[in-house]
């Protein structure tokens, strides 16, 4: 730990250490715009460690964006108990990067701007419905408390196309959002009545055996069941002829005597060739999945994508054997990546209840096709293991899950900065029952 006074005062013994205005000069640049941010040195093994920081330096002409100039190859170390510079290392020269293209002050933005976002107004016309108290909110049936510390906030506005799908007892409320970023949230909201099953108990304390549910009212049970849904997902990122990538993280030991550091993490990427070898079990290991266009490219050469961010991951609980499991057999992983085939549209086969497997995404992502530059579709398995409880009597409260589809090296920098907030809608409503202090 070190205080805001002392990174202050080893900056300023910094800026008089003759070898350091050497180096700064002899790159031929203006010590008054350089700036220095100071890192912690962590303990690495030392008998005994003193208080030292790094400073490393940066440099603001021609931005506001501190971090982005740095002047790379000089680190000064000062010790904080003695206050003196204790070690410097003019190593290395590198191109310093541009100023050019980093600001992100909404008042210094230029055109040309991103689409027009029309303004939304929410009107409650009884007044917001909580109160705030000082630090206590009130709302509904909840009391709580709350600090403050809000430094800045920008408005978002996405749209959200709902379509709610009543099968049987439950009702699935589907949501597509689409934000200015560029990505797409899709979440499922399940509610609806419970599957139900008649008993004698009346009490926990009556029940010998599994009743394979929850006693959730009088000689109700509420029986144990999987929600399993499948996203078709045709994505054509930047063009038809996309591949499916694998960027595996990796732990990786650095040599000795190189550093005292022992070990960091790196990323292997991988195009995954063919859709057998595309099938995915999510959580395992950790990895990004990223869909690519290997004929696009942006500016500075990364490959143009759409990564998958999955939710909360299940995986099947019934035995591979089971009749339900050999149709349902698309739970088997949570991601697969197929060629498009128009006859190959519904996970679980076109019979469904009546299938006998052999017509499911399980057996078609058997036969090693190539999915690498091709129109590919990616299917996306999610999952909800209920295990009932009284609340979800008589009707259910929304459970949700879902998956972000996000743009990843698909821009040449962040989109919303030249999306320009919505006009500010003053309604002019009067809140008669909240009191702010
Ligand atoms: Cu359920």
Redesign the pocket.
């Known amino acids: 730990m070190y205080s805001v006074d002392e990174q202050t005062a080893a900056s300023e013994l910094a800026f008089k250490y003759e070898p350091f205005i050497k180096s700064v000069a002899s790159r031929g640049l203006n010590i008054s715009h350089v700036v220095f941010s100071a890192f912690p040195v962590g303990w690495f093994g030392e008998e005994k460690s003193n208080r030292t920081f790094k400073l490393s330096c940066f440099y603001t002409n021609d931005t506001v964006n501190l971090y982005v100039r740095p002047l790379e190859g000089i680190t000064v170390v000062v010790d904080l108990d003695e206050m003196k510079i204790v070690e410097y290392y003019d190593r290395f020269r590198v191109p310093m990067p541009k100023g050019e293209g980093t600001e992100f002050r909404l008042s210094k933005q230029r055109p040309p701007f991103g689409p027009h976002l029309n303004s939304v107004a929410v009107v409650a016309p009884d007044g917001p419905g909580f109160t705030i108290n000082g630090h206590i909110v009130n709302w509904a049936n909840w009391k709580f408390h709350l600090g403050f510390d809000i430094r800045e906030a920008r408005q978002e506005v996405s749209l959200v196309v709902r379509t709610v799908a009543t099968v049987g007892n439950?009702d699935h409320i589907l949501d597509w959002e689409f934000k200015p970023t560029g990505s797409i949230k899709v979440e499922v909201g399940?509610s609806?009545v419970?599957?139900a099953r008649a008993v004698t108990y009346t009490h926990k304390d009556q029940i010998k055996e599994d009743a394979r549910g929850t006693l959730v009212a009088e000689n109700t049970i509420g029986v144990n069941?999987?929600?399993y849904l499948n996203y078709y997902l045709d994505l054509d990122v930047d063009g038809e002829a996309n591949s499916f990538v694998k960027t595996n993280l990796v732990t990786k030991r650095v040599s000795p005597n190189i550093s005292p550091r022992k070990s960091y993490w790196t990323v292997s990427s991988e195009i995954v060739k063919t859709d057998t070898d595309a099938r995915t079990k999510l959580g395992l290991k950790p990895a990004e999945l990223v869909l690519i266009n290997p004929n696009k490219k942006t500016k500075t050469g990364n490959n143009i994508g759409y990564r998958l961010i999955p939710g909360s991951v299940s995986s099947p609980l019934l035995l591979e054997d089971d009749f339900p499991q050999i149709r349902g057999a698309f739970t088997n992983y949570n991601v697969w990546v197929t060629p498009y085939n128009k006859s190959e549209k519904w996970a679980g086969g076109k019979f469904v209840d009546q299938s006998g497997g052999e017509d499911t995404l399980a057996i078609w992502s058997l036969r090693n096709r190539d999915i690498q530059n091709k129109d590919i579709v990616l299917w996306y398995t999610l999952g909800?293991h209920?295990v009932?409880s009284q609340e979800?009597f008589p009707v259910?409260p929304t459970?949700s899950n879902g998956f972000e589809l996000r743009p990843t090296n698909f821009f040449e920098s962040n989109p919303v900065l030249k999306t320009k907030s919505p006009k500010y809608v003053n309604l002019n409503c009067t809140f008669p029952n909240t009191s702010w202090n």
């Open positions: 439950y399940l609806g419970l599957e069941h999987d929600h909800f209920h009932p979800d259910m459970l």
